[in-house]
Every structure is written in structure tokens, then in C-alpha cells.
């Protein structure tokens, strides 16, 4: 059991030296960068143009193809910004409270995206900007639950103590995603139930599942590429923040 867990703990930590890290994430991001150029326009040209008109809401509903890809990145995103905080917290991975650093951001402004466009969607179709159901509820604490980590975080001068209560608060956050998840079906809600994830399959017409997915691939590979550019920015400004420090010892 002891050689299991140092094991473990040596493949774990196996990948927390910073350099070996750059060198990954060097060789990583032009591939990821250049993916996410090449099918952005694809996707949106397949979403917006190429897809069929909704029989009920028109060309409106073309709004899905940036809304619902975004409310999906909105609750990975933040499951990636838990899982590294929890690792980070509980075994002291100096790269995994990089990566939960570098991700909140990303995930706010998904976030963000969703709950703009699900609006801009809901004035036509249900008659209103915003209503306080579960779902559009649910997701706006999400969205402060970003904003509470990024702020939580630089809230100390001891930076090790802001990531503490940062982890903690996005770890205790995570009992919202199952929430989110499944408001449409605990709550009478004016969001639709999903059509999309579920056990019984899908509930929407090829024509349009093929470019919402892409446009799903789209955003998740940004994700990636933004993630490494942001950890490669940090861990460069802790180095230059080292240096300084050691230069004015």
C-alpha cells in the first residue's frame, strides 16, 4: 500500500517541474492553436448558414450554436478549476493551483457568454430577458462563484493562504454543477430539458447536432489553447517575481 501511494505521489509530481511543463505545452499549443483556427470557421459557417431553420423558432435559434457550446465549457471549466484546486491543496502540485488559476478566468467569461446569450435568446422565445428559475439562477451563482475565486485568491498578501481559501471555496462550489445540471427536471422551469445528454440519445435532428457539436470541440479546444498560453504567463511573471525578490535580497 505504502509503494502504491509513492507511486503514485512520483507520477503525480512527475509532471510539476515547470520546464517539463513548457516544453509540453511548447509543442502542444501551435497544434491546439492552429485546430481551433481551422474549425472556428467551419463550425460557425456549418451553424449559421448550412444547418436548417428551426420549424418553430426560425433562424433564432442559431443562437444555440454559441450559447449551449458555452454553457457546456461554463461547467467543464469549472470542474477542471475544482479537481486542480483539490489536487493542488491536498498534495501541494504547484502546477495544478497554476492551472486553477489560469482557468477561472476562462470559465467566467464562458460563463458570462452563456447567461448574455441565453437572454438575448429568452426575449423572443419566452418574453423576457431573465427570469429567476433554477436554471438561469443556478448558473449566475456559478458565475460568481468564478468571480469569488479570482477575487478570494488575491485577497491575502501571503499568496499561499489565497490559494487555500480560493481551493476551498471552488471545491465547496462544485455541489452547484450537479444543480445546474439537473434544475430543468427537480423545478418547473421556462428552460427547455436537455436534448442533447441523454440517456435515451439525442433529441435533436442530425442536421443540427453535427455543427452544435463541432462548435462544442471549437470551444473546447480554445479552452485548452487559452489555458496553456495564461499557465505559461504565470509561471513566466512567478519567475521574473523570483528573480526580483532574490535580487533585492
Known amino acids: 500500500m505504502a509503494r502504491a501511494d509513492a507511486a503514485d505521489g512520483g507520477a503525480l509530481h512527475r509532471y510539476a517541474n515547470p520546464l517539463r511543463f513548457q516544453r509540453i505545452a511548447d509543442a502542444v499549443y501551435p497544434w491546439v492553436l492552429g485546430a481551433t483556427a481551422a474549425l472556428a470557421p467551419i463550425g460557425l459557417w456549418w451553424a449559421l448558414v448550412v444547418a436548417p431553420a428551426d420549424y418553430q423558432q426560425g433562424d433564432a435559434y442559431r443562437i444555440i450554436f454559441v450559447h449551449v457550446p ?8 469549472y470542474l477542471v478549476l475544482a479537481v486542480a484546486a483539490a489536487v493542488g491543496l491536498i498534495w501541494r502540485h504547484p502546477l495544478a493551483e497554476v492551472a486553477a488559476r489560469a482557468a477561472a478566468p476562462i470559465g467566467a467569461c464562458f ?8 437572454s438575448i435568446w429568452g426575449k423572443p422565445m419566452w418574453g423576457t430577458w431573465w427570469e429567476w428559475d433554477a436554471r438561469l439562477t443556478s448558473v449566475l451563482i456559478l458565475f460568481f462563484l468564478y468571480l469569488g475565486y479570482i477575487a478570494l485568491h488575491d485577497a491575502f498578501d501571503d499568496v499561499a493562504r489565497g490559494a487555500r481559501a480560493a481551493a476551498i471555496l471552488a471545491i465547496v462550489g462544485v455541489v452547484n454543477l450537479p444543480i445546474i445540471k439537473f434544475s430543468v427536471d427537480w423545478w ?7 436534448t442533447v445528454m441523454r440517456l435515451d440519445g ?24 487559452v489555458l496553456l498560453l495564461r499557465m505559461r504567463a504565470e509561471l513566466t511573471g512567478r519567475r521574473i517575481a523570483n528573480l526580483r525578490a532574490a535580487q533585492g535580497a
Open 111 to 118: 460563463t458570462a457568454i452563456a447567461l448574455l446569450t441565453g
Open 202 to 225: 439525442p433529441r435533436i435532428d442530425p442536421a443540427m447536432l453535427w455543427p452544435l457539436l463541432l462548435m462544442a470541440l471549437v470551444y473546447k479546444l480554445y479552452f485548452v489553447a
Open 70 to 77: 458555452a454553457a457546456w465549457m461554463a461547467l467543464f471549466t
Open 188 to 194: 418547473n422551469t421556462l428552460h427547455q430539458p436537455a
